[in-house]
């Protein structure tokens, strides 16, 4: 079981405090590591931070040797009922260049009202005392992260990071994802309203547009993510642009698709035109936000790409 705040010992609590500055050094040379190629500015400063944690951690180390002599108590975070939980790191980093900022300056102040609160709380002189060492010290590294912050990302900087963060976000997650919804929301067209017009039976239609949807899905899905690797061009893992292309493209089907389980084919058929007409207008909104597309243009092209595979699958189903 965690043992409480107030039963540890001296020697455990400064034993938590250099891993502690050991787990938050490892983390700032993780983020420095991941940035270094795309945010070089903030990567200097992370590994700036992570000097002074080895620093921190190295006065530590040596006021135990001196109290208590070389052997370090095996003790974490987790065995200490309360005690700072971190979000998981792969999770911050995949989260982007402000996510790790954030998370820096969260750290140092949650290592500072920690050692606060426990100080307060301490009955002991000698550990009220110690306690009151470190808020000071995690404090100061709060101090030094805006510092570094200032020092090394200037607002200038940090509209360019922001820029450039945008483009990652748009070349690995809305264009394939854009490229997926046109695909599943206008090559699904022809074989939903053929097979609408054709049988003018609802459910028939919603079963051929629920497989022309899953399967247009599943070969974008593949096609998207065999396309390249993304090592060169900077386009993300290819499972998860594939993934994304993929479930992007069954959405893009499935949303003029549902409609046809309403029983009456005419109420069915005029929610699916109009349901289209959403969707065209959506992409076309998608292409002006991201893609610098005149809004007019995108929806001039999604119009008339659209109109005419609906045409070609009345008139098949018409035949």
């Given at each position: 079981m965690a043992k409480a705040f107030k039963d540890l010992t001296e020697q455990e609590i400064l034993a938590l405090a250099i891993g502690q500055e050991?787990?938050?050094?490892?983390?700032?040379?993780e983020f420095a590591h991941n940035l270094a190629k795309t945010y070089p500015a903030t990567a200097k400063m992370f590994t700036q931070m992570q000097a002074e944690e080895a620093e921190h951690?190295?006065?530590?180390?040596?006021l135990h040797r001196e109290k208590f002599g070389q052997h370090i108590p095996l003790i974490k975070r987790d065995d200490v009922k309360g005690f700072i939980k971190r979000r998981s790191l792969w999770l911050v980093m995949k989260s982007g260049v402000n996510a790790m900022r954030r998370q820096a300056e969260i750290m140092e102040l949650e290592n500072t009202r920690y050692y606060e609160k426990a100080a307060a709380r301490a009955t002991d002189a000698a550990i009220r005392q110690l306690l009151v060492d470190l808020a000071e010290a995690e404090r100061k590294h709060a101090t030094t992260a805006e510092t570094l912050e200032a020092e090394h990302v200037p607002e200038s900087i940090k509209r360019e990071e922001e820029a450039a963060e945008r483009r990652l976000f748009v070349l690995q997650i809305v264009q394939p994802g854009l490229v997926g919804l046109i695909d599943g929301s206008i090559s699904t067209l022809a074989p939903v309203f053929a097979a609408a017009v054709a049988t003018q039976d609802s459910f028939k239609a919603f079963l051929v547009g629920l497989a022309a949807s899953?399967?247009?899905?599943?070969?974008?899905?593949?096609?998207?993510?065999?396309?390249?690797?993304?090592?060169?061009?900077?386009?993300?893992?290819?499972?998860?642009?594939?993934?994304?292309?993929?479930?992007?493209t069954t959405a893009g089907g499935i949303g003029h698709t549902l409609p046809f389980l309403i029983p009456d084919f005419h109420v069915a058929m005029m929610i699916a035109i109009i349901v289209v007409i959403i969707e065209l207008c959506a992409i076309s909104y998608i292409r002006q936000r991201y893609m610098d597309t005149p809004f007019l243009q995108a929806a001039f092209t999604g119009v008339v790409g659209g109109l005419v595979v609906f045409l070609v699958g009345v008139i098949i189903g018409s035949a």
């Open positions: 050991e787990d938050d050094g490892k983390i700032y040379g951690r190295h006065k530590l180390f040596e899953v399967g247009a899905g599943i070969s974008m899905a593949f096609a998207e993510s065999q396309s390249d690797d993304g090592s060169l061009t900077g386009r993300g893992h290819p499972v998860a642009r594939g993934a994304v292309c993929g479930l992007m």
